[in-house]
Nanobody
């Protein structure tokens, strides 16, 4: 069974940066589109970014365009989310996923942004 494990969350001041990682343990080769969602207690889970399985295509939520970058290393079955110029509204639990059927989710990593 493939397990998605996120890491890299933490606390940062507004304007700072964090890099999230998500490794697909139990998978020797990546063949799925993957991405990130985030969720706060008062909102539904919202899409953040996605990347095609070969890495040639990326999609971003409007709110993070120009600040976040998604990438992947298929040899390591890992995706990354580089988050720059973080804002207080970026604070959330970030979940990675892979587009299996049904969709496979990680356990989440928390990002806190202080002013």
């Amino acid at each position: 069974q493939v397990q998605l494990v996120e890491s890299g969350g933490g606390s940062v001041q507004a304007g700072g940066s964090l890099r999230l990682s998500c490794i697909a343990r139990g998978r020797t080769a990546s063949r799925y589109n993957m991405g990130w969602f985030r969720q706060t207690p008062d909102k539904e889970r919202e899409f953040v970014a996605a990347i095609s399985y070969k890495g040639g295509s990326t999609t971003y939520a409007e709110s993070v365009k120009g600040r976040f970058t998604i990438s992947r290393d298929n040899a390591k079955t890992t995706i990354y989310l580089q988050m720059n110029n973080l804002r207080r509204e970026d604070a959330a639990v970030y979940y990675c996923y892979e587009d299996t059927q049904p969709r496979n989710w990680g356990q989440g990593t928390r990002v806190t942004v202080s002013s």
